[in-house]
């Protein structure tokens, strides 16, 4: 499991259609809601992403399937990004992975930086999701 679960958190260094394009005004390829679809080269699927937020200068952003929640966070024009992987909302792994221009990680991050993606926050109260090592949860701010 721990090997299929790392593969998934590398997806995001893949290179996306866009690779070698003008900047459009935003890199994503679909917006339904609050998330945002990323198309990588040679894949009919899309890597659906939410933005939640940011706290002491670090944005961060989830991307869930299933079980699995993989929430990656990032500096501004950072060189690596911090991975956080739960599976059934248990912390899994925690790795550092370079930063590859281009790649779908890349685009997200620069449609964050650029004001491009809202915030996921649920409908019902307001709340905001955000992630640390204890998992992902909702919150105030």
């Given amino acids: 499991m721990k090997i299929l679960l790392s593969f998934f958190a590398l997806s995001l260094l ?27 080269v040679e894949s009919p699927k899309l890597v659906m992403a939410r933005y939640l937020g940011e706290r002491k200068g670090i944005s961060a952003a989830i991307v869930k399937e299933d079980q699995e929640a993989t929430v990656y966070f990032c500096k501004p024009n950072c060189k690596h990004i911090k991975v956080l992987q739960f599976w059934q909302r248990e912390l899994i792994e925690e790795t550092m992975l370079k930063m590859v221009d281009g790649s779908i990680a890349w685009e997200i991050f620069q449609d964050i930086w650029n004001g491009k993606l809202e915030r996921y926050q649920r ?19």
Avoid: M
């Fill in 14 to 40: 893949i290179t996306t259609s866009h690779a070698g394009t003008q900047p459009p005004e935003y890199w994503y390829d679909v917006k339904d809601g609050f998330y945002y679809g990323y198309e990588a």
């Fill in 123 to 141: 409908e019902s109260d307001g709340k905001y999701l955000w992630a640390d090592k204890s998992g992902p949860q909702w919150t105030d701010q």
